[in-house]
Each structure stands twice: as C-alpha cells, then as structure tokens.
C-alpha cells in the first residue's frame, strides 16, 4: 500500500512564498516519477511540475521561472517551492506518485489548499 502524504499549502499575498512537501511511503519502486498537478474549481486537474528519480524535470508554461520541484529520493519525498505567486496560482494541489512501462502504477496524496489574494 502506498500513501502519499502533502503538508505546507495555505493563504499567502500576491508576490509571496509557499513551500509543499509531499512524504511517500509503502512500496515504492526506486525507479518513478514524481509530481504536483492542481485543480482550480471549475477546471480540469493540470501538471504543475514533475521530476525523476534520475533528477529530469518538466514544468507548465505559467510556472516556469517561479516554481523549482526538487526530490529526496531516500526520503521517497517531493517538495514544490512557489515563488511570485499569483491568484491564477489557486488551485488545490495534488501529489503523484507513478512508474512502470505506462505509468500503471499511479498514486495520489489527498490535496492540499493554496490560496493566492490579490
């Protein structure tokens, strides 16, 4: 059983800082990819970040520049530090776990809230 366990959302200003960090436990091949994707309401989930347990990462367009993922594979954990938020940036943020040949193996924390005010 694998569980994935996200901390650090919450409110913060325009042009502020928030650090997510998400704890991955159970068993886990070493070989995956991990990520942040979020959901704004009345929107379709959509990929903020992913990185490799080999360290390659990929970014969306509107958080290139101010958003980094970095990973502690011996912790099994992913952190997402949000610079220069924006209100577009409000969305509940997910944590993804996946690998295998087609990413069969696909696991999602429960969320966390980020709410940027103008």
């Known amino acids: 059983q694998v569980q994935l366990v996200e901390s650090g959302g919450g409110l913060v200003q325009a042009g502020g800082s928030l650090r997510l960090s998400c704890a991955a436990s159970?068993?886990?091949?070493?070989?995956?990819?991990m990520g942040w994707y979020r959901q704004a309401p009345g929107k379709q989930r959509e990929l903020v970040a992913a990185?490799?347990?080999?360290?390659?990462?990929n970014y969306a367009d509107s958080v290139k520049g101010r958003f980094t993922i970095s990973r502690d594979n011996a912790k099994n954990t992913v952190y997402l530090q949000m610079n220069s938020l924006k209100p577009e940036d409000t969305a509940v943020y997910y944590c993804?776990?996946?690998w295998g040949p087609g990413y069969e193996y696909d696991y999602w924390g429960q969320g966390t809230q980020v709410t940027v005010s103008s």
């Open positions: 993804n776990l996946r």
């Open positions: 159970g068993s886990i091949f070493s070989i995956n990819a």
């Open positions: 990185i490799t347990s080999g360290g390659s990462t």
